[in-house]
């Protein structure tokens, strides 16, 4: 019966299975979680199938490139282990210590890590000489399964060795650029790898045909000197700035005692993951309930739950909303952030959104930008990438081309670009109007959207309002001030409309959205 089984060559079998390197050799360790012990297996028949370690394990751990546990060693609880850890990382490298301490529950993450669906990565960015690479041999050496991605000559080996080895993967900047095949290849696995469902690339083997995927999904360090060409990487790549240490007690050199040592935390964190690697994770609510941008949140909620310090925990939540913050900033600086803004200013101003005026604005607003924005360049953004209505609406003399005013897509589109609060400066506004001037009587001399044009409205207009406004006291329902406004401009529901905003843009009234009430705060 043994002679027809098929061997196969593998990494993974089972959660409770893991390789280690005993000895020389590559070995299966199988925990037993009944009896809380482990038996080691040079091969596991199962079924038809007998299962052996993937010679790469050997071959890379045999050269110092792949770091694995020798044996599952007791560590008492996770909090001792968590001070072990911190200690170590203290000893060998020196940075920021909020970090250091939050590297301690990375490391704790990654010998879970398949049991989320989404990982993030960790990156030590700066000039040469700031010890980026002794950071990430340092905490790469304590993770599940890290291994060294070092030079290669073709893009074959880098998704070859992802995938046989699936685990903590060490990259330094030293190694690839992106002018080159191997750079386009790690680039290709740093895009895909932090997702589960789409942690894959799929490659032709030799002269066959037929795609393979190579799985590329689990934990990165990177050691890097520029930040990376995509956003989207960046957003799910916790960074800190390394610097040259001043410290005289951190090693030069990398000795034998370091390596035993981090071969015992290997040792405890085997364990830890045998007794963890089945629980359920709880997700932190209140991490869950952040107003931060959600692909931060779906990076980062995975390590909360495994982090069981509250102070590191609290910390995370400071670094969420400076992530979130950064975004928003560097967004609304961008050149689509700048047209939302002038999109909303001119809303705000009540005036059409003309693609013309759109440009104009934008130009007002950004008198640094270095290229000419035609309104011909702008439809092409409004449309192309806002994704905006266009379409030509009638004013009277003229039908230029405008934007639909969308509420909804451009409520997520200013959130997106930093500028919630200019969309619901307006909104405040427009939420009367539509409250009030949709309900009352009037209607029947109401302009239609292809007739309103720019109403003139003179101060005198505005201070006739007031003490029509404050008859019966200065806190009236918006629905009465929208009759009233209507009444006096003679059933011209724009001008009362633009009458409503200006009263609140110059600070004359206040609006309160709960009681859906009208304070006027001047006699006129």
Not at 178 to 203: H, P
Not at 428 to 455: A, H, V
Not at 461 to 480: F, H, M, N, Q, Y
Request: glycine share 6%.
């Amino acid at each position: 019966m043994s002679e027809e089984r098929r061997i196969e060559y593998t990494t993974v079998i089972s959660r409770n299975i893991e390789p280690v390197y005993r000895q020389g050799v590559v070995s299966w360790c199988v925990y037993v979680p009944r009896e809380d012990d482990v038996h080691y297996y040079q091969e596991l028949p199962v079924g038809d199938v007998v299962y052996r370690p993937h010679p790469v394990l050997r071959l890379y751990a045999e050269k110092g490139f792949l770091f694995l546990p020798e044996r599952p060693e007791e560590y008492g609880d996770t909090m001792k282990l968590a001070d072990e850890i911190y200690d170590f990382l203290y000893r060998h490298v020196d940075y920021e210590d909020t970090y250091r301490r939050l590297d301690v529950w990375y490391a704790f993450f990654t010998w879970v890590y398949d049991q989320f669906p989404i990982v993030p990565y960790r990156r030590a960015l700066g000039d040469w000489g700031r010890g980026k690479s002794r950071w990430a041999k340092t905490l790469g050496s304590i993770c599940y399964r890290a291994f060294i991605q070092g030079a290669a000559t073709s893009a074959a080996p880098v998704f070859r060795l992802s995938d046989a080895i699936r685990g903590t993967q060490i990259i330094d900047e030293n190694y690839f650029s992106l002018k080159t095949e191997v750079g386009q290849a790690i680039l290709q696995i740093l895009n895909s790898g932090y997702d589960k469902t789409m942690g894959v690339v799929s490659r032709c083997i030799g002269d066959s045909h037929t795609p393979h995927p190579f799985v590329t999904f689990g934990p990165k360090l990177i050691a890097a000197r520029l930040r990376f060409p995509d956003e989207a990487t960046e957003v799910r790549t916790i960074t800190h700035y390394a610097y040259e240490t001043d410290r005289e007690d951190i090693p030069i050199l990398l000795k034998e005692d370091f390596w035993e040592e981090a071969k015992s935390l290997r040792n405890k964190l085997l364990l830890w993951r045998f007794h963890h690697i089945n629980k359920d994770f709880e997700e932190d609510e209140e991490f869950l309930k952040l107003k931060i941008n959600p692909r931060i949140r779906e990076v980062l909620a995975p390590i909360a739950s495994v982090i069981e310090d509250d102070e590191v925990k609290k910390w995370l939540k400071e670094l969420a909303m400076e992530l979130n913050a950064s975004i928003l900033d560097t967004r609304s600086a961008s050149e689509l952030g700048g047209v939302i803004e002038a999109i909303l200013t001119l809303k705000k101003e009540g005036k059409p959104l003309q693609v013309k005026a759109i440009a104009k604005k934008f130009e007002e607003l950004n008198p640094d930008y270095p290229f000419p924005i035609t309104a011909r360049k702008m439809g092409n953004i409004l449309r192309r990438e806002l994704g905006l209505t266009v379409r030509r609406v009638n004013l009277g003399d003229k039908t230029p081309y405008c934007v639909v005013w969308e509420e909804e897509k451009m409520r997520r589109l200013a959130r997106s670009y930093g500028l919630g609060e200019l969309f619901d400066s307006i909104t405040s506004i427009t939420s009367i109007t539509s409250l009030t001037l949709e309900r009352m009587g009037g209607r029947g001399e109401r302009k239609t959207p292809t007739s309103i044009r720019d109403e003139v409205i003179e101060v005198k207009d505005v201070k006739e309002v007031i003490p029509i406004l404050v008859e019966g006291g200065r806190t009236i329902s918006a629905r009465e001030a929208g009759r009233r406004l209507v009444e006096l401009c003679r059933g011209d529901v724009a001008k009362a409309k633009r009458l409503l905003r200006l009263l609140i843009e110059r600070g004359l009234a206040t609006y309160d959205a709960t009681t859906k009430t009208l304070t006027i705060l001047t006699e006129g």
